[in-house]
């Protein structure tokens, strides 16, 4: 099966595998007799699209059922993800995202009345930003495109799925960092953004690098920075180098995904997706692939080792948000307390 193929895969495939998989299916404590519903709060072939649809089938093979992936993009992921807080609570209405989306939706004010414990945390991969522009660019390194922002910020067109996205809090946080201004334009998901900065609609993207990866080898993309403190190898291409050569203090956290399901489901829905975690989706060579192949990092987890991993890249998200100034409500509301960068809890 070759690169592309593999993330593509759907509820079409899904119900291929599913008269192979009821003998494995009777082991669960939980038996669905209907499809799944999977709302990928973002636009196709964006990141959690990709990770998502590699996942999907390996849970529809155990379950014996379709996992459907529905793409329900707008309002940054609060849409889709409204839409799973409003379903029954039956165990028959997923979504997938970052989990500081989902955790930090009430700080950004597009979801009220939410937080992290709001969910039971499937964890599958951690992802990185890179900063890169279209191949024809004047820039060659990121110190180039960091003096133009800092000289003519507004005139610097920023791709990206939207504020609270991966590439959207990554454009910001370098702003923050380094003090500059951009003129941001969004996109209903990672992949459409970084399509647009290869066809020259905008001169820079921060999107992930698995949402990259792709038009980089193809040459369309050229990468200036990862925003980690290690260099990105990706297979074909010059090693891209770390921001941190250029903002050695900048403050940086593994970006999550996965896959969450409401609390308030019953317990044998979470019984037996805890063991297909474990089981199958902690040893999937499909993931590992899939993470080596494009930039990712195999990170699986779940509950509360999940929970804890995910934690920093929450606490760096919702205060940055206080920094920048696009908080509608503090982080306090959700337990987290900026001065000291720690979760206090809430009573």
């Not at 992930?208 to 925003?227: D, N, S, Y």
């Not at 896959?259 to 308030?264: D, S, V």
Request: charged letters at 20%.
């Amino acid at each position: 099966m070759n690169r592309k193929m593999r993330f593509v895969l759907g509820a079409s495939a899904s119900a291929l595998l599913l008269g192979t998989s009821l003998t494995i299916a009777q082991e669960y404590e939980w038996q669905p007799d209907r499809p799944i519903n999977l709302i990928v709060p973002w636009g196709a072939g964006g990141s959690t699209d990709q990770v998502t649809r590699v996942t999907a089938p390996i849970l529809a093979e155990a379950l014996g059922v379709e996992v459907v992936v529905v793409n329900q993009p707008g309002a940054s992921g609060a849409i889709g993800t409204q839409e799973v807080l409003n379903a029954p609570r039956d165990g028959y209405t997923w979504t997938a995202n970052a989990i500081a989306n989902n955790a930090t939706y009430a700080v950004s004010g597009l979801l009220e009345d939410t937080d992290i414990d709001d969910w039971h945390i499937y964890l599958s991969v951690a992802n990185v930003p890179v900063v890169s522009v279209p191949a024809d660019s004047e820039f060659d390194d990121f110190g180039e495109l960091l003096a133009a922002l800092e000289e003519r910020g507004l005139d610097i067109t920023v791709a990206t799925a939207g504020i609270t996205s991966s590439g959207g809090t990554a454009i910001a946080a370098l702003a923050d960092e380094a003090g500059f201004d951009y003129n941001m334009i969004t996109y209903d998901g990672g992949g459409p953004a970084a399509i647009a900065t290869a066809s020259g609609e905008a001169m820079v993207t921060t999107q992930l690098a698995v949402e990259q990866t792709e038009l980089i080898r193809g040459g369309r993309l050229k990468p200036l920075a990862v925003l980690s403190d290690e260099p990105l190898v990706l297979e074909g291409v010059e090693p891209v180098p770390p921001i941190t050569e250029w903002l050695p203090d900048m403050e940086l956290a593994p970006d999550y995904f996965g896959i969450f399901i409401p609390t308030g489901v019953p317990d044998e829905v979470v019984a037996t997706m805890d063991r297909i975690w474990e089981e199958e989706v902690m040893n999937s060579e499909e993931l590992r692939n899939y993470a080596e192949t494009f930039g990712a990092v195999f990170a699986p987890s779940m509950g509360a080792e999940a929970r804890e991993r995910a934690m920093p890249v929450v606490i760096l998200e919702a205060c940055s948000s206080v920094a920048r100034g696009e908080a509608a409500n503090d982080p306090s509301t959700i337990g987290i307390d900026c001065e000291t960068r720690t979760e206090v809890g809430t009573d």
